[in-house]
């Protein structure tokens, strides 16, 4: 191994749970020992919904965390060469290895137990993988537990229920999306259970993540005993024992569970036994039966399921079944009873109103909406895909100016969403888009790409106006080689093909957007200003080529292409915003300004707008100002974090900031997003003298982020209110330089 530093590595991090963070952990500990190749592993440690994720030196032995284990600035490093297992899936394994022999880094981050790499037999694989484990070393409290398994169920025949309900009923994070394949309602166990009990050899013993659901389905079904009554863990850590029942597990005669949990997989490749999904070993006439029972529970006793976390999963499962059977009333009649209870998980609202869409009754779509603005839905694909179905239903009410805001809102905060294509596409064919009331879409360019169809490309729609979203999406859109591949397809696809300047233009100038978000600046701004030669007076041409100016911070250039914009094309509202993104960066913020609001004043269908707006007048001293906007903004985008922290600045100028406490900490208690929500809290504390709230909020923030400086450098203003010099010179030392100075 200590040629890593010369040959590269095999380089793996997973940001979620113990289950999915090992399947790619075992794959390249499997393929670095049959093919001696350095792994190297970064166990992200951010607090939150996965605290217990950070006990992981509770399970490796110290002399295994130094050989593998790298830190987070290591792992930045090595990401920004990494190439991802899609590129080079097809790859012989020979060349793969010859590959990291010669200084590739190649990112593991897939979730398939057993990889195999091409020409490898399978066989040979699946044992090495199951060797696996006896190839990590543990501390010796594990190693002991270890052989209190093999004693206690040596000899004994088992079926292993695996019931994953904690994280994705409980968590902020989890509990707002649907997780079909991972959360099974507790009435399919009991129907499996009393359906295949002849054949349960001796026991059937439950394994999972939240005990009351064990406790609940032991209350229905003698024959099921928890893996607590057979082994007692006692005082052991969380992930201890999550570690430890998945060993527990693999030892079953087979595991019945959903197939894609991480977990369950894990269990059955270390065991070498047979993974049911429990989905598909039910027939029509059992999910007839465990659904009936489960829409009674839910209709009539929801105090018997655990949270409205566990109800929303059970409505995700029951939803798809109620449409498939044409029951779309009971549905509806079911949810809107949930959420007139309070139940206001994320996902609930879009079921509501596609199971509406059913039943073409718009009008309660639109209301359905308009309750969903009194909720916090903080989970964007849920709000992009809610918003997109109601643009469905005002567009078939007529109203095509509401679709055509509504679209533009949806794809604001995710186009990834399922239902915004097919807004897209009813909008469209109608000839209802255009680039006055929505964004700008090249639809020779896509025709181009896509063999001729013009169809609405989410990954061409991030990349043309990522900027301008809630998100940049710059993880998904380049992580793992995700843009290299994106770029080879672009050029694959114009093989053969003669262009005219004019698309040769269109397509050098977006392929330019691609390469100046891999950071390629030079080549990206030389294939820019060639796309304008090509094509002078192409508004999407031009457009991109701004919008690289603006990220090298051009601001002259920018701004004199940005008047040649606006002379060819003066009435789209996205270009005025570009203009408007120019004297901002030329600090000709008054002009800024008039050009914001010329485009914000009456209709806000681009939020993206609305936030450099905000941020425009928070520079000129204008709070009053920013609050007005954000009030009028807030609602519709439901809260988005980038618009909440003007808002916070803007109520702190005004001292106001009180009047956020109580939303923002209730916030806090369940967004996955503490660490933004704790800096904004942190700010307000500060500015209310709240010095330990102000302190206890940073190192929150910085224990979910320790990576970011802003959240240091707020620590360090509060120990300098609080008139300690010397801990906040401590932390002033931990920020880059340019931080470094804004307290000299």
């Not at 200084?103 to 066989?123: F, P, V």
């Not at 019945?256 to 949990?261: A, F, I, K």
């Not at 976390?309 to 949930?338: D, F, W």
């Not at 690289?548 to 911070?553: D, F, K, P, S």
Request: net charge positive.
């Amino acid at each position: 191994m200590s040629g890593y530093s010369k040959m590269g590595c095999l380089l793996v991090s997973r940001n979620d749970l113990f289950g999915a963070r090992m399947l790619p952990f075992i794959n390249a500990l499997r393929i670095g020992h049959d093919y001696d190749l350095p792994v190297k592993i970064f166990w992200p440690v951010n607090g939150g919904d996965t605290t217990n994720i950070g006990q992981h030196v509770e399970i490796f032995s110290p002399e295994f965390l130094k050989r593998h284990f790298i830190q987070a600035d290591e792992f930045q490093d090595l990401t920004k060469r990494a190439i991802g297992l899609t590129q080079i899936r097809l790859t012989p394994v020979d060349e793969i290895v010859a590959m990291v022999r010669s200084g590739s880094i190649l990112a593991l981050n897939g979730g398939n137990t057993a990889l195999t790499l091409g020409g490898e037999d399978e066989s040979l694989v699946r044992e090495s993988y199951r060797a696996t484990m006896d190839r990590i070393s543990f501390t010796p409290t594990i190693h002991d537990n270890i052989q209190r398994i093999q004693n206690a169920t040596r000899g004994q025949k088992f079926t292993a229920y695996h019931v994953r309900h904690g994280d994705v009923t409980t968590s902020y994070r989890a509990k707002n999306k649907p997780w079909p394949n991972k959360f099974i309602p507790s009435e399919l166990f009991v129907q499996h259970f009393e359906k295949h009990a002849v054949t349960v050899d001796q026991s059937a013993l439950l394994f999972g993540d939240f005990k009351p659901s064990l406790d609940w389905l032991c209350t229905q079904c003698a024959g099921f005993r928890q893996i607590g009554d057979v082994i007692d863990f006692g005082s052991l850590g969380s992930l201890q024992r999550d570690f430890l029942e998945l060993y527990a597990m693999s030892r079953a005669s087979k595991i019945v569970g959903p197939q894609n949990s991480g977990f369950s997989q894990l269990a059955a490749s270390f065991g070498g036994i047979e993974l049911l999904d429990i989905t598909k070993s039910l027939g029509p006439r059992d999910y007839k039966t465990a659904f009936g029972k489960l829409f009674k529970r839910i209709d009539e006793a929801p105090e018997t399921l655990s949270s409205k976390g566990e109800i929303g999963q059970c409505i995700a499962h029951l939803a798809p079944y109620l449409m498939r059977n044409r029951q779309s009333a009971q549905l509806v009649n079911l949810l809107t009873k949930e959420i007139k209870r309070g139940n206001n998980i994320s996902y609930l609202f879009p079921l509501l109103a596609q199971a509406q869409m059913a039943q073409k009754d718009f009008n309660g779509i639109l209301k359905t909406r308009n309750r969903s603005l009194a909720e916090p839905m903080f989970d964007p694909t849920s709000v992009a895909d809610l918003d997109a179905i109601t643009a469905q239903a005002a567009f078939h009410l007529g109203d095509k100016t509401k679709a055509t805001r509504l679209l533009a809102m949806a794809v604001f905060h995710t186009p990834y969403a399922p239902e915004v294509k097919r807004a897209y596409q009813l909008l469209d064919q109608s000839g209802t888009l255009n680039n006055q009331n929505f964004y700008p879409i090249d639809r020779e360019l896509m025709a181009l790409l896509h063999k001729g169809l013009p169809q609405f490309s989410p990954v061409h729609f991030a990349w043309e106006w990522r900027y301008s979203l809630i998100s940049n999406f710059q993880r998904p859109l380049t992580f793992a080689g995700a843009a290299d591949l994106f770029v080879k397809n672009m050029d694959k696809s114009t093989i053969g093909i003669k262009l005219s300047d004019f698309m040769q233009g269109r397509f050098d100038s977006f392929k330019s957007l691609v390469l100046m978000g891999l950071g390629h600046v030079d080549a990206a701004l030389t294939l820019s200003i060639n796309a304008v030669d090509l094509a002078p007076n192409d508004p999407f041409v031009l457009k991109r080529h701004i919008q690289n100016l603006l990220l090298n911070r051009d601001y002259d250039l920018a701004l004199r292409y940005a008047k040649m914009l606006i002379g060819i094309a003066p009435d789209i509202p996205m270009y005025q915003l570009l203009l408007a993104e120019c004297y901002f960066g030329k600090k000709k913020r008054a002009k800024a300004i008039k050009v914001f609001d010329s485009v914000n004043s009456n209709d806000l269908r681009f939020p993206g707008g609305a936030l450099r707006h905000g941020g425009a007048l928070l520079a000129l001293k204008q709070p009053k100002e920013v609050a007005a906007l954000m009030d009028r903004v807030l609602p519709e985008t439901r809260w988005p974090d980038q618009h909440l922290d003007i808002l916070t600045s803007a109520k702190i100028a005004l001292d106001q900031q009180s009047e956020l406490l109580p939303f923002l900490e209730e916030l806090s208690d369940e967004s996955y997003k503490a660490r933004k929500v704790s800096h904004m809290l942190a700010r307000i504390k500060l500015a209310n003298h709240d010095y330990e709230g102000a302190e206890k909020e940073c190192k929150r923030a910085i224990a979910f982020a320790p990576n970011m400086p802003r959240f240091r450098e707020q620590l360090a203003r509060v120990y300098i209110a609080q008139g300690r010099q010397k801990d906040a010179a401590d932390v002033i030392k931990q920020l880059p330089a340019p931080m470094q100075k804004r307290f000299l």
